[in-house]
């Protein structure tokens, strides 16, 4: 077996509350085994230009409340130019990195995978808020953009009774409807719009109607950022696409209250949550992923179980090829949007 002296850990993708704690797990983990770990930093990238910074007990103290990641991240796909690839690997050894702990979602985890093929004794942990990977019940990062999103929606609910207005308010979740109906159920939305379902809009035009037929004169849309009108395509804000070949999403939100207020007649204003789902520090249940994530991730280094990925099983943490949680992405569980819509309208 492998020994294990010095541990690189890294953060890809988009950042999300809990990276820290898992951080901070995968560095007090790994010195009490003896092992040092160096912070690569910026993802990907930061292998790539072999920028890195040294993780120890003073580096990590402080940061278990804090959201956002200490490492930086981007989202550079070193697969994209095969010279990118070869310099990876050749850096791999110059820092002599003898285990790497791969910390991100389906792009990030995709390229660890790679590696993991290519012999390189990675382990992967798995996060974003979308909650739209594979093979864990749970990623961190979810349930804090969840609380952040039915904060939302209580605000907009007071607004939106006082003016008799329609709220929209767009969540992220480019795949899957995961953050739209957990703050929609729990926010109590009057309508909630998903990526695993085309937008009727005559549906919801129908619900909102109905409600103020019943003398609610006041509703609120939850609608995901990747939702579609039915027939039409992803609605985007910008052309550009990033390195893993994605678009950038939001619009559906302003697009639907439009066409929400030129149905109804109702006056409609629109609220796009954004980043705000991102930033900021993580809940305690996120904490306590990330730190259970962190620990254990480093224990499957030690135990030199290399191309495996930490999952949340139940409220179990084990571990499963990294593949599997990028092979095919978690949409949301219709028995969870069957529960949601019994209190549309
Ligand atoms: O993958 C997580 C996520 O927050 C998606 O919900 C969203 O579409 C995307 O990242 C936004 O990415 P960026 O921060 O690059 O705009």
Sequence with gaps: MTTVRQLGVLTGGG???????????????????????????????????????????????????????????????????????????????????????????????????????????????????????????????????????????????????????????????????????????????????????????????????????????FSIVVVAEGAQMKKDAEVTTAEELDEFGHMRLGGIGHLLGKLIEQRTGYETRVTVLGHLQRGGSPTAFDRILGTRFGVRAVELVLEGRFGQMVSLQGNHIVSVPIEQGTGTLKTLDMELYRIAKMFFG
């Excluded at 999103?149 to 207005?165: F, G, M, P, Q």
């Excluded at 929609?184 to 990526?195: K, N, R, Y």
Aim: aromatic fraction near 4%.
């Design 15 to 217: 950042d999300c509350p809990g990276l820290n704690p898992v951080i901070r797990a995968v560095t007090r983990r790994a010195i009490l085994a003896g092992v040092t770990v160096v912070g690569i930093c910026n993802g990907w990238k930061g292998l790539l230009e072999a920028e890195t910074t040294p993780l120890d007990l003073q580096a990590v103290s402080g940061i278990l409340p804090k959201g956002g990641t200490i490492l930086g991240t981007s989202r550079t796909n070193p697969y994209k130019h095969p010279e990118d690839r070869v310099r990876l690997l050749e850096n791999i050894k110059r820092l002599q990195l003898d285990a790497l702990i791969a910390i991100g979602g389906e792009d990030t985890l995709g390229v660890a995978t790679k590696l993991a093929q290519e012999g390189v004794h990675v382990v992967g942990v798995p996060k974003t808020i979308d909650n739209d990977l594979s093979a864990t019940d749970f990623t961190f990062g979810f349930d804090t953009a969840v609380n952040i999103a039915t904060e939302a929606i209580d605000r907009l609910h007071t607004t939106a009774e006082s003016h008799h207005r329609i709220m929209v308010a767009e969540v992220m979740g480019r795949h899957a409807g995961w953050i739209a109906t957990a703050a929609g159920i729990a926010g109590g939305a009057d309508v909630i719009l998903i990526p695993e379902q085309p937008v009727d809009l005559e549906e919801v035009c129908d619900l909102i109607r109905q409600r103020y037929a019943r003398g609610k004169d």
